[in-house]
């Protein structure tokens, strides 16, 4: 027997017997590692860590912690959960079971259940995990599918399909009874599957389309342990409890309609928060050299084809025509920044012209998948180009890395993780300039102390970038900044300028957003702060109480006040209990909660508490004004 | 011979016999009145001055002083245009020739002729009307105009089309030679017609269709004096100085491109002052109880349908088709608003509630009427509308009043008029609120002591408005803001609130915009300013020109400070002289110009200038802050 060399990620190169597995090389690196291995990646190709090995490859030992770890183990539960279905349902028929974003489902036709029989099918699914038996792989021809799923029209359907298609097919086989039409790969067997939950019953049609059979779709997800199954739920707990849309409504800061669907109407409240967030980043535009413009909303198809949005992203723009000539929404600024820029010379010693922009975007995103403001149609990004030279990148990207800083921790009390995605295989542009702004990159964000990691071949053909994934006050992860270089748009746009050596060159351009889209962003804080935002962008700062009949003027007048030093200061001089107007207020989530009785009025004082119930006593009107001005200037 | 009766727009009553004319009519009043007569209102219809009045009429006497009247003088100056060059070129035929916004065009077919050739046709046209010669009516059958204008297809196939639309045909004639079909009133005779000048040459096509032959068009403007005509074109070339599509790109303020015609691309000077006019409305709104609410800009075609515009202005909107529903962009905000409004139970407690909304509007004017930002496809309106009970609406028309003097005298120096155009004779909702609404408008109209015209039946079918023309410093006129109550809207939403009786009432709605589009405003602004801004609403505040290399850096420090505390400054460090790099900035107009040199630094001074070489001398740098923040914070 002959031996093949493999290598692993930290590039380390060993022998191993040809013929070996994936799970023999994860013992050889050791036990921890072979017992939490899920798949291989070998040379790129995700496969079973049954595969036999026989040529020299890249290896990749695949574990839960990678996405496509994760996504193996949940669509292993999948079929877990399905061979349950067939022993407990034998007439059910299987359809498409996908790991998604948070979880798995499986789409049955024939299975009358309800999520009052999720307990006695988990408990077979239990059985089956205790039993752990091994996911084995079978390639088939058509013939054998037609023949092995002769009572399932779906699984031969989508075969004859994938055949025609010149696809290569194949099953897995779990024990002895169930198998189940798969590309794979799947974990080593049903025991890895330590702790799972079904979570939801749906209704969903055969393909996605309303003219076939409605199937039963049943939602599940899963962990290697059940610490993480329980604090998973208990985060899905406290998310609900913060859900966006149930505080948006009870704080009353937006409205969805059926005549706009994926557009948020914002009320005065949440008026208040999107334009904070903009003033918030107007100030540092200001002081760190941005230039805001403003560009139009609809633009000639000929913009986006010149962008290639025509090309690649025309289904996702909504079209109009004018007096015959084909326009469309823009779904993004970019191409208008390049027309702007184009619009005057430039000289080296303009650049960097980095150019803002808070124009409103249009996105055509299925109107099933529209939801709150985390999915919407209708988006304002705080969105800026930057045109520089290769040699100002280093100082570009550490300047968007200290706003990031600022806004994300220092303001709104986030943590962060970024993902550099770097050259592809195929690509446009010099190696030589991509290895320069690759090096750079990873540069500043150590220089930064930032906890990032590769994701290597993973940015796009025309230039590597940044994600950041941003960690909420209930641990949830959410992707929102982006840092993109482009080596391609001032070529398309043909965009120049006059360099030190007289000559004409091409400008890289930084695509960047901080909070990504604003409407998102505003869903995402609600559900951070559940609702008790910052004095500087809560819409409610200041309710003033009067105790009695009497003081309801003199509330009147520290209102009036207030709002004259711009504080957002209302007053409740209700005939009603102070003990009531205090927990409404509470409810409300007025930051500062201001009594006033006979005893105030007399010492022109007022009587100060928090929605927290923080009891802070009597203040003079000038400390009160002086205290909140220094907290919303402060933005803390 | 009988008598009649005729009452004067003062409601007096005069005798006079029986088919006596307008002239007459005048005449009897006083002489000047006889000699400004162009035509005459009889019960409201328009007709000339020399036709017999037969019965009891109201009757106005209508003069140049009238838009009427101004059109009915520029028609009549076409004619005798038309009778020049049927003079001069006997084979050029006129087609139609109408009055405009400002003066009249006339389309010829086969009449080849320059802007060279203008003098020869003005001097033709001075005999005419030096002959005095009467404009006389003749009622004609299609046969006979068939007959006259053997020779002119363009006027046989008008009159064919409007007599089969079942029209009565005319033409006035003037001297013996010269007749036009027409549908009149003129001029009592071309010796009104004192002081005239054609003004430009230019290509039309036949029913503006393509497809058609292309003609000669011919404009002119006329007044009834050589001096309101030498007034109109010293402010047209004034005008034409301050241009705002020149001023715009000369002050990098905004740029227009083929790729998005009639929406403007903001460049980052521009953007300050669309900014610092929003903040300022945002200001006044604060203080003012208005909440800023911010709406979609894509709806369902069945809001539309609700609203009316699907049937009324459908032509104007940008449609769009997305999943096999029916949207358009959004023309104005008032339908979303309504949403709003309903979204929430409303007490009469809680009226007046006024909602504001900067949204993006798109208008599908022709591109052929589009040009600068005065006639746009995008448009941002500072649109704002209140839900009020009747009893509110005094005070809330005096709060707009207020606003609006704010704004246009007292912030930019404009002066104003208004319009109040009262119920028409098809309208809806109740008479005694249409009568309550329109004493309470002229109410305060007079309370404010505003100079204002009353337009009778000229308000919309759902209510009185009120029209705002401001003059602008060299004494143009503008229609911008708009104040229309709307007795329907509530009805067509179904809007309610409970009222101090227990039983549910329907709102009163008034639309209000304070400087209508932003766009439009930002456009005229830089004509009234030519360039020139107040520094607090100025893209360049402050520049600081260092007198050498040496004091480069202190120039650099006090842009520093400057900028720390929201000043817009920049330095110009460059090695030329002192002399240019004022001269550069002046043009710039930068409203402050500051010059360093050792002895500033030594001083810690600084030498300060305005761009219209007011010298101020030599300031401390606290003296400069000071200076600027108050006029800055001043918005004066």
Chains 1, 2 share one sequence.
């Not at 994760?70 to 349902?89: G, M, N």
């Not at 789409?107 to 099918?121: C, G, N, R, V, Y």
């Not at 009036?560 to 107007?581: F, M, P, S, W």
């Amino acid at each position: 027997m002959t031996d093949i060399t493999v290598m692993l990620p930290d590039e380390s190169k060993h022998q191993h017997p040809k013929g070996c597995t994936g799970l023999d090389i994860a013992r050889s690196i050791g036990p921890r590692l072979a017992k939490d291995a899920l798949a291989i990646k070998v040379n790129g190709e995700l496969v079973d860590v049954w595969k036999p090995i026989n040529e020299d490859a890249k290896i990749e030992v695949v574990t839960f912690k990678s996405p496509e770890g994760k996504d193996v183990f949940r669509h292993s539960t999948a079929h877990v959960f399905a061979y349950a279905i067939q022993e407990l349902y034998p007439e059910a028929k299987n359809t498409i079971g996908p790991a998604v974003e948070e979880g798995f489902y499986y789409d049955f036709d024939d299975l009358p259940i309800t999520e009052a029989d999720f307990p006695k099918i988990e408990a077979r699914m239990k059985e089956i995990v205790a039993r752990d038996e091994r996911c084995l792989r079978h390639e088939l021809t058509l013939d054998e599918v037609k023949q092995k799923f002769l009572h399932n029209k779906y699984k031969v359907e989508m075969a004859s399909e994938f055949a025609l298609a010149g696809g290569k097919l194949s099953a897995y086989q779990i024990g002895e009874k169930f198998m189940d039409l798969c590309r794979g790969p799947h974990v080593p067997s049903t025991g890895c599957i330590k702790a799972f939950k079904l979570t939801m019953v749906a209704k969903a049609y055969w393909r996605g389309d309303a003219k076939n059979r409605q199937l039963t779709r049943v939602y599940g997800i899963s962990f290697p342990s059940q610490k993480e199954l329980d604090e998973y739920i208990k985060q899905r707990e406290e998310a609900e409890k913060r859900d966006h849309r149930r505080i948006g409504r009870e704080l009353d800061l937006f409205m969805m309609h059926e005549f706009s669907p994926g557009s948020a109407f914002f009320f005065a409240n949440g008026v208040v928060m999107f334009n904070e967030l903009v003033s918030f980043l107007r100030d540092e535009y200001f002081q760190r050299g941005y230039e805001e413009v403003m560009t139009p909303v609809v633009f000639d198809k000929q913009l986006w084809e010149l962008s290639g949005h025509w090309e690649h992203y025309r289904q996702n723009m909504f079209l109009t025509t004018v007096e015959g000539r084909e326009f469309s929404l823009k779904p993004m600024n970019c191409p208008s920044h390049a027309l702007m820029f184009k619009a005057h010379a430039h000289s080296y010693r303009e650049l960097p012209i980095r150019m803002a922009d808070f124009g409103v975007l249009h996105r055509n995103e299925l109107s099933g998948v529209l939801g709150g403001l985390t999915r919407v149609r209708k988006l304002t990004q705080d969105d800026a180009h930057l045109y520089c030279r290769l040699d100002q990148v280093e100082e570009e990207i550490n300047g968007i890395l200290d706003l990031l800083k600022k806004l994300y921790v220092d303001t709104f009390g986030f943590t962060y993780r970024m993902e550099l995605s770097t050259r592809p295989d195929s690509f446009l542009g010099d190696v030589k300039v991509w290895d320069q702004a690759e090096v750079t990159l990873q540069k500043v964000l150590e220089k930064n102390k930032i906890e990032y990691r590769i994701n290597p071949g993973d940015g796009a053909f025309y230039g590597p970038k940044i994600d950041v994934h941003v960690r909420d006050s209930i641990g949830r992860s959410w992707q929102l900044a982006t840092v993109q270089l482009d080596f391609n748009q001032a070529e398309r746009f043909d965009l120049l300028y006059e360099g030190q050596d007289g000559k004409k060159h091409r400008p890289v351009v930084i695509h960047r957003a901080i909070l990504g889209s604003l409407e998102r962003f505003i869903g995402i804080l609600i559900e951070h702060f559940a609702g008790k935002f910052p004095l500087w962008i809560s819409p409610r700062q200041v309710k003033v109480l009067s105790v009695s009949e009497k003081t309801a003027h003199y509330a009147d007048e520290i209102v009036r006040i207030l709002r004259e030093d711009r504080v957002r200061a209302q007053t409740d001089t209700r005939a009603e209990t102070i003990g009531k107007k205090i927990r409404e207020a509470q409810l409300e989530q007025w930051n500062y909660i201001i009594v006033v009785g006979d005893q105030e009025v007399a010492n022109k004082s007022v009587n100060v508490r928090t929605r927290d119930n923080v009891i802070h006593g009597e203040w003079k009107i000038e400390q009160l004004l002086k205290t909140l001005r220094a907290e919303i200037d402060g933005r803390k």
